[in-house]
């Protein structure tokens, strides 16, 4: 593999020799700054090797470096081992962003190369400024991959479905005519937008054209009088086995709702065409592409998209849907803990076979549509890699011995489910369990807070946090992110982070109706990794003089494997809040469980 990736960086930079580019950028995105990616966008894992789904690189003719935060650094520097490639610890002291790197790399009069199609127009503004002060320039429209990559994957367009209203809550014409207000709000007369989950939001569609995120390709452009779906294939038979993509009866549905669909391809021209007027867009969502598309007499109001915080606060409907989903999750996922406790050790099962068997019961819920993302199945070691992901031919094998971490998740038309479990499968250290206990009162103390309406992601961390900050641990990731209907798992604005990265925009103020998880944990390198994970629905409280409390609804119905706490480092809140959550996870799966089952989940769950 190292002397793949050193050829492959080779034919790089004789393309870049022919094209007047003196350093190139290949950033983790599609032309949609999707967060997961189809393997038509893996170009930085085709130069790489590096298979993390974060990470940018930059190559000059000189050297090459990987940027990527704190989930996999493990990671990193093992697949990169061997090659060129240096790698650069986002957040870490002494570490350049990458705009200070191409500072220090660029010399004068020399030129930036990327694809503009998947660059952020915010990041190309800051790399167009520093290219401005070396009297160099940006060279936006080269996708060099287009040459070198000779076995690319294909774009592929999927089939496309119509999201149910008893599912969503909301017709796509109310949804419509609110970004219409939002956009008389701002004075708007367009609105352009790009962002997948944003779209299939908006219009109540779903596809399957990213990876665990059941999304279209497409583009949106919103008037007052017209909305415009520029999702079209040439020849509407994306599919590898050739089925029509947009079917009569998916047309008419667009029709009712004032929608019109135009070819995929021609959105560029369109916005070319756009003149003389005031185009609301997002530019921490939009492409260079697009900005550098846009006629010189637009006038842009860069706002987030209105559809972000809308898909964020979750409807009635959504709620009570989610409540259905996290329960036939949990009841899919607390049969998973079961088999595992009492077949590890007796029967064959390795990281990718109990992963497997996990899906298989997944798939036994009526309305489950597919995982929410590749599962983490971690033994040992491996959990301390944030993401790892096990490989057919590389994975360990499960002994009744240590730990195994599961990060997991479905989508299933009632919501999307994402929870992490660290299983303890036999003997393990005393330094094991004190990690385990704390990453458990962490999470415990931040999923029974109460606060004022105000208060943002940001004001919260630190009650997760500090649990671990007071014996001198850290994590390494944010404590939690929001998560999508059925939409992304990683959804924004709401989250929990203890510090803002610079370009950070996920730290909306928490509204009823917010989704977001609550995930500590600890990994300590070649040793062992535990997270622990729920997701947390917010709700009302009470309102009195001092204003709207605020507090969080466990979504979230499996039992913590009580069996890696050390009961001694439990405080008595601490009990109390297990034994209450303990008690409604059984309530709520007694019903599906019978038998030996049965008695084992009562003892699963048992008071402390």
Not at 397 to 425: C, Q
Not at 431 to 441: A, G, S
Not at 519 to 543: F, M, Q, T
């Amino acid at each position: 593999m190292t002397a793949m990736i050193e050829e492959r960086l080779c034919n790089l930079r004789k393309s870049m020799q022919r094209t007047a580019i003196n350093c190139y950028l290949i950033p983790t995105s599609d032309y949609h700054d999707s967060e997961y990616v189809s393997s038509f966008f893996m170009v930085r894992k085709y130069f790489s090797g590096f298979t993390g789904s974060a990470g940018t690189l930059v190559v000059t003719e000189e050297e090459a470096a990987l940027f990527t935060d704190g989930r996999y650094f493990i990671q990193a520097a093992k697949e990169l081992a061997g090659t060129e490639i240096k790698l650069m610890k986002m957040g870490e002291a002494g570490v350049p962003t990458i705009p200070q790197y191409l500072e220090r790399v660029l010399k004068e009069e020399e030129n930036l190369g990327f694809d503009g199609r998947v660059v952020k127009a915010d990041d190309a503004d800051v790399y167009e400024e520093i290219l401005s002060k070396k009297h160099g320039k940006i060279i936006w429209d080269k996708d060099l991959a287009k040459e070198i990559w000779q076995d690319r994957p294909a774009l592929i367009h999927h089939p496309v479905s119509v999201l149910e209203e008893c599912y969503s809550g909301e017709s796509a014409l109310s949804k419509i005519g609110r970004v219409r207000d939002k956009m008389k709000e701002e004075g708007a007369d367009v609105h352009i937008l790009t962002s997948l989950d944003d779209i299939a939001w908006l219009l109540n569609v779903r596809g399957n054209d990213v990876e665990s995120c059941p999304v279209v390709l497409s583009y949106v452009v919103v008037t007052m009088g017209q909305v415009l779906l520029f999702a079209k294939e040439v020849s509407d038979k994306g599919h590898e086995g050739g089925e029509e993509i947009w079917t009569e009866e998916l047309c008419r549905y667009l029709e009712e709702n004032g929608v019109t669909l135009c070819f995929y391809e021609d959105f560029y021209d369109y916005i070319a065409q756009i003149h003389e007027k005031k185009v609301l867009l997002c530019k921490g969502r939009a492409s260079c592409r697009l900005m550098k598309g846009l006629s010189g007499d637009v006038t842009v109001i860069d706002r987030p998209n209105p559809t972000t915080l809308m898909k964020a606060v979750k409807n009635q409907t959504e709620m009570e849907n989610l409540r259905k989903s996290h329960l036939w999750d949990g009841v899919a996922v607390t049969h998973f803990m079961y088999w595992l406790k009492k077949n590890v050790g007796r029967i064959p099962m390795t990281e990718v076979s109990a992963a497997a068997y996990l899906e298989e019961l997944r798939k036994k819920v009526a309305h489950f549509v597919e995982p929410s993302f590749a599962t983490i199945c971690a033994y040992g070691a491996n959990a301390a890699l944030a993401h790892y992901s096990a490989k057919e031919e590389a994975c360990e094998k499960i002994r009744p011995e240590g730990m195994l971490l599961v990060d997991s998740g479905g989508h299933y038309l009632e919501g999307s489910t994402d929870i992490t479990r660290t299983f303890v499968l036999g003997e393990v250290t005393k330094e094991i369990k004190e990690h385990f206990t704390l990453v458990l009162r962490a999470l415990l103390n931040l999923k029974n807070s109460k606060f004022l309406h105000g208060c943002r992601g940001i004001n919260l961390d630190v009650l997760a946090r500090q649990v671990l900050w007071e014996r001198g641990l850290d994590y390494k990731h944010g404590t939690g992110h929001g998560v999508g209907y059925l939409l992304s798992v990683h959804e924004g604005p709401n989250s929990f982070r203890w510090k803002l990265l610079p370009d950070y925009q996920d730290n909306a103020v928490l509204e009823e109706g917010m989704v977001t998880t609550d995930e500590p944990g600890i990994y300590i390198e070649g040793s062992h990794g535990i997270r622990l994970e729920n997701e947390l629905l917010c709700r009302k409280g009470e309102a009195n003089e001092y204003g709207q409390f605020l507090y969080f609804e466990d979504l979230t119905c499996v039992p913590f494997d009580i069996d890696g706490v050390e009961l001694s480092l439990l405080t008595e809140t601490d009990r109390v809040r297990l034994n209450a959550y303990h008690k409604e996870v059984f309530e709520k799966l007694e019903p599906y469980f019978e038998g030996e089952e049965l008695d084992w989940l009562k003892e699963v769950t048992r008071e402390i």
